[in-house]
């Protein structure tokens, strides 16, 4: 996956490869540097919600504000068979 990212966006532009519990992003989506900064910022230990909440995820990438954890078991109504 990484010749296929560096294939369509280049060697000099930053992007974001992510897969999730359901789906990902295939090769990637661009970035600038500053969304790229805010991304590493939110994901620097310790994980909490309120860094995770500034990356500009659509989906607070699965962290669970009232809970302050990824993907919480009472909010995210997980199931028995994950």
């Not at 532009?13 to 939110?42: K, M, P, Y």
């Amino acid at each position: 996956m990484f010749d296929a990212a560096r294939q369509r966006h280049g060697d000099q532009q930053w992007w974001l490869i992510f897969s999730g519990i359901e789906a990902g992003n295939g090769t990637g989506d661009s970035v600038d540097l500053a969304r790229a900064t805010r991304i590493a910022a939110a994901f620097t230990e310790p994980y909490r919600f309120a860094a995770v909440t500034t990356a500009g995820f659509y989906d607070d990438a699965g962290f669970c504000g009232p809970c302050d954890a990824p993907y919480c078991h009472r909010h995210w109504n997980v199931s028995n068979t994950g």
